[in-house]
């Protein structure tokens, strides 16, 4: 199946942002801080929560064609680290395969520390110094290797990062076969197909974290509730603003006129001491309130609209019936204009009154036998014509019309309220127990209504009266006033008869309560809106969670990682000798879209391997397990393996040393033991791969301690070499001890023929191996080998057997201890020499024998 399609058409089901994100790390390789901070503002969005099609995630369908080539060059000025301190660097050659023997303490186990540490293993330890020797003031050694046929040296401090470019050597040690054996664990090597899921879900965790960090910044600012109001029935809804509606919400932080009215009176109630005589002053104070209310409806009648207008009416038919009277007086015998006008009117009337005076029992006007009222002359014809006239016209409909609209009028205005001082308005409001804020409003109303009053009684000619604003509201308020005037004095009344004050005091605490929450209004909304924003960054994390590319990576993995791996894992068990081990590489789970593997007993489902397997088994399927992880990745990284083969019999260790050797073929392999066995193992395996691979590639090298001091490579050709090769060291050394000798005396020869001694003893050793048993049987070698070499061994002598065992008996003083009472003397140069050359020309008639033999 096309994996890649299947990936692709999984992707095109998701979310616009998580295709968003795949797309970016998919032509990137990685997300960088703006890529994150875009993502978390696209979850956030409608559009981003959306499934899409539009992408084609072209590059998913390219393979990476990068492959690396890396080698390990030799690790070199090792300071204060462990008990390494070599004098020389450790060299690992040019070839594939490395076999570094050495005694325990001799420093593989420290080389191999340091090695996890500079390549970054997860299970590599802290490196120490030694404990044994002063703090040193560097910690540090100096790598070098080899990348794409690139020599590179890096300086490593203790402490520092990891070397990215050696990342990729894996190592094998006692740590690693216990977490193959005991722990579940991921792939080490992921496809890059594959390996999107686990980064996909990384960088998924990312931005859920990144969405985490803004979610905790939306910290409460909503202030606690008071210890005193906790009891109180509305605590539990302001404890609970998350799970409040709008209605809730609404109706505890609303507090009105009323409510506080109430918890005025409650208060009032519980202080009262005397209920009866606060009752008869409530209604004294209700008796004031309802004077101000007549007041201000009279006031509010008068200088409203309605009535402004209707004066305004009366006015204007006045003005209308005068001046139709007026025109009405114009009779013939007027001589003068002004007939009819108030101020003739005016004086007709006094005249009217003045007449009574001078003819009191005559009806006005007196014109027989009479003088005229105003002037006092004897009235002519016409005159008294003109005064007779003028009565008539006074008594006439049109001016009776206009004196009654006059009156009307006059007597309107005459009604209205007369203007209140600033004091009377002080006086009433303090009678009527209201603020300063009702005595301010109320003072400006009739400061407008006298003004207004003035206005109207000028007859408006220079300014206009304004009607005052609608009092209807004022007076509801003062109404509601009044009647709880008197709702209180019936409480106060009933108080005086029974008072239940633990009621009213939880009541008064209710209210108070209430009061305070109301008064949070702005925090409480705020804090709802927090609830809100919270609620929404869990649905953003809900949608940023990992578990859907970890079911995906499961299932691909199982095609493309897991059947591929357990495979592999069987291979090893069968490469390495170990197929009849009942166990079985399984799949366990899947974590942030890696899945992980464990080591099981086959149709075990109650205990471990490691509860029920001998330590070699353990050890060789750790190994398998091991190898099945890390041998089939790209490109060719150095192995390093640390003492493989502890606890393993003969035949497996064969098995491990052919499947090293297979290794070594393809990349470098770094094997460090201190078992001459596997030491052997792996030159016989090198030697069935070929002579000539066994010359290019195979190379076995020692390190010892000295002093305390571990990791040093030491001389190795005497028991490396042939024996043949090895004998012309020992004389070529030995040259070198005489001329020592000749130059700083015995002491010096001494200290150098002490060492060919030792070596020359091993030699003897390997002759009898090699060149006297013809390498039939040789020590730490798992075969006996007989074809074509048994028949060499007929030919011994006993001179041969004498020869050697001479030689034997002679040195092994030098490589065995030996008691203080036989001191131990180093032969001269010449006796050495002639020692050394008798082995060699011993050697040299052996082969000629055996070469005349078999002609």
Not at 393 to 405: I, M, Q, R
Not at 732 to 743: I, N
């Amino acid at each position: 199946m096309d994996v890649q399609k299947e990936i692709r058409t999984w992707l095109l089901q998701q979310r616009e942002w998580f295709q968003e994100t795949a797309d970016r790390l998919i032509n990137n390789g990685q997300l960088t801080v703006e890529d994150l901070s875009d993502l978390v503002a696209l979850v956030k969005t409608p559009e981003g929560q959306k499934v899409t099609k539009h992408r084609t995630f072209a590059s998913l369908m390219q393979p990476s064609l990068v492959v690396e080539e890396l080698r390990l060059t030799r690790i070199e000025g090792v300071c204060g680290i462990e008990n390494l301190g070599p004098r020389q660097p450790l060299d690992f050659g040019t070839g594939n395969l490395t076999v570094i023997y050495g005694h325990n303490g001799s420093g593989k186990s420290s080389y191999t520390r340091v090695l996890k540490k500079v390549s970054g293993k997860p299970r590599a330890v802290d490196l120490k110094a030694n404990v044994f020797l002063q703090p040193p003031q560097e910690r540090k050694c100096q790598i070098a290797y080899q990348l794409n046929g690139v020599t590179n040296t890096t300086e490593w401090h203790v402490g520092s990062a990891p070397i990215g470019e050696l990342k990729a050597i894996d190592i094998f040690d006692s740590d690693e076969a216990n977490h193959y054996l005991n722990a579940e664990s991921a792939a080490t090597y992921i496809p890059p197909i594959v390996g999107l899921f686990e980064r996909l879900a990384a960088e998924i965790e990312k931005i859920r974290a990144l969405l985490d960090a803004e979610q905790a910044k939306l910290i409460s600012s909503l202030p606690t509730l008071p210890p005193v109001y906790q009891q109180c029935e509305i605590a539990s809804t302001y404890k609970a603003l998350s799970n409040a509606t709008q209605t809730t919400l609404a109706a505890i932080t609303n507090w009105t006129a009323e409510q506080e009215q109430q918890l005025k009176d409650l208060d009032e109630r519980l202080k009262v001491q005397d209920p009866i005589a606060l009752a008869k002053q409530k209604r004294a104070t209700k008796a004031e309130v309802q004077q101000l209310i007549t007041k201000l409806t009279q006031t509010s009648r008068e200088y409203g609209i309605d009535n402004l207008e209707a004066i305004r009416t009366l006015r204007k038919l006045a003005i209308e019936k005068r001046n139709i009277a007026i025109e009405g007086g114009k009779v013939q015998a007027s001589v003068l204009d002004g007939i009819g006008t108030p101020t003739w009117r005016a004086m007709w009337e006094a005249a009217r009154e003045f007449s009574a005076i001078p003819y009191p029992n005559s009806q006005f006007p007196v014109t027989v036998d009479a003088r005229c009222i105003l002037c006092q002359q004897e009235l002519t014809t016409e005159a008294q014509q003109r005064l007779t006239d003028f009565e008539k016209f006074v008594n006439t409909k049109l001016e009776g019309d206009a004196k009654t609209a006059e009156t009307l009028y006059q007597s309107t205005l005459k009604q209205l309220s007369p203007a209140i001082t600033e004091q009377q308005v002080h006086t009433l409001c303090t009678a009527a127990g209201l603020s300063d804020e009702w005595n301010n409003y109320l003072w400006k109303t009739w400061q407008h209504t006298s003004q207004s009053l003035l206005a109207l009684q000028a007859h408006e000619h220079t300014q206009h009266a304004q009607p005052v604003e609608d009092q209807k509201e004022n007076l509801a308020n003062l109404v509601t006033y009044r009647d709880n005037l008197e709702s209180q004095a019936i409480q106060h009344e009933l108080d005086a008869q029974k008072f239940d004050w633990v009621k009213a005091s939880n009541e008064k605490l209710g209210l108070e309560a209430k009061k305070w929450v109301a008064e949070q209004k702005g925090a409480i909304e705020t804090e709802v809106e927090r609830f809100k924003k919270h609620a929404a960054y869990d649905t953003w994390k809900g949608l940023a969670g990992s578990r859907s590319v970890s079911l995906k990576s499961a299932e691909i993995t199982q095609k493309v990682v897991t059947e591929a791996y357990v495979a592999r894992f069987n291979r090893e068990l069968q490469s390495l000798g170990a197929p009849r081990i009942q166990v079985e590489l399984v799949k366990t789970r899947t974590q942030n879209a890696r899945v992980l593997h464990q080591l099981r007993l086959k149709g075990v489902q109650n205990d471990k391997p490691q509860n029920i397997l001998s330590e070699g088994e353990r050890r060789i399927i750790s190994l398998a397990a091991f190898l099945a992880d890390v041998s089939d990745k790209p490109g060719a990284a150095p192995f390093v393996f640390d003492d493989p083969i502890s606890s393993l019999d003969n035949d497996f260790e064969w098995h491990v040393a052919c499947r090293l050797v297979e290794l070594a073929k393809n990349r470098q392999v770094l094997v460090l033991t201190h078992r001459l066995s596997l030491y052997g193992a792996l030159e016989d395996a090198a030697k069935k791969a070929g002579e000539a691979w066994k010359d290019a590639h195979y190379l076995p090298m020692c390190i010892e301690a000295y002093a305390g001091i571990a990791g040093h490579p030491a001389a190795q050709d005497v028991w490396n070499a042939n024996t043949k090769k090895a004998n012309n060291i020992l004389l070529t050394r030995l040259d070198a001890a005489r001329k020592a000798g000749e130059a700083g005396g015995g002491g010096a020869y001494r200290a150098l023929a002490q060492g060919v001694c030792s070596d020359f003893r091993k030699l003897v050793e390997r002759s009898v191996e090699e060149d006297l048993l013809n390498k039939v049987v040789l020590r730490h070698r798992r075969s006996v080998t007989t074809d074509g070499r048994l028949s060499g061994v007929r030919q011994i002598s006993v001179e041969d057997c004498k020869l050697i065992d001479d030689l034997m008996t002679k040195y092994s003083c030098y490589e065995h201890s030996q008691s203080t009472e036989v001191p131990i003397i180093i032969p001269e140069e010449p006796e050495l020499r002639a020692d050394i050359e008798s082995l060699k020309t011993w050697r040299d008639n052996l082969k000629d024998r055996r070469d005349k033999s078999t002609i």
